[in-house]
Nanobody, 126 residues
């Protein structure tokens, strides 16, 4: 059974940092492209960052470039995906979702991802 479970969300003041984690199990996710997406209240799902299967390619939304860092740890049975978020802004407030696609190439298109977590909420206060 495929499971993607996010953690690490919470309430933080503007300028602060959070590290989101995603534990992916049930498949050999080491060859899967992975991504983070977010959905703010009354807004559509938006791309945040993605990383290729071997971690050699990374992509970021312009709004988070230079502040967020995506990384992965291809452990034996469980893949761990991380999103280090620095210099957080109130505009970063959203539910953040971890996603996996059945191909090693990272993309920014949510429709290309096959598996999704339940999300973790991030609130940045001003």
């Amino acid at each position: 059974q495929v499971q993607l479970e996010e953690s690490g969300g919470g309430l933080v003041q503007a300028g602060g940092s959070l590290r989101l984690s995603c534990a992916a199990s049930g498949r050999t996710f080491s060859s899967y492209g992975m991504g983070w997406f977010r959905q703010a209240p009354v807004k559509e799902l938006a791309f945040v960052a993605s990383i290729s299967g071997r971690g050699l390619s990374r992509y970021y939304a312009d709004s988070v470039k230079g502040r967020f860092l995506i990384s992965r740890d291809n452990a034996k049975n469980t893949l761990y995906l991380y999103l280090q978020m620095n210099t957080l802004k109130p505009g970063d407030t959203a539910v953040y979702y971890c996603a996996a696609r059945s191909a090693p190439i990272a993309t920014i298109d949510a429709l290309s991802y096959d598996f999704w977590g339940q999300g973790t909420e991030v609130t940045v206060s001003s």
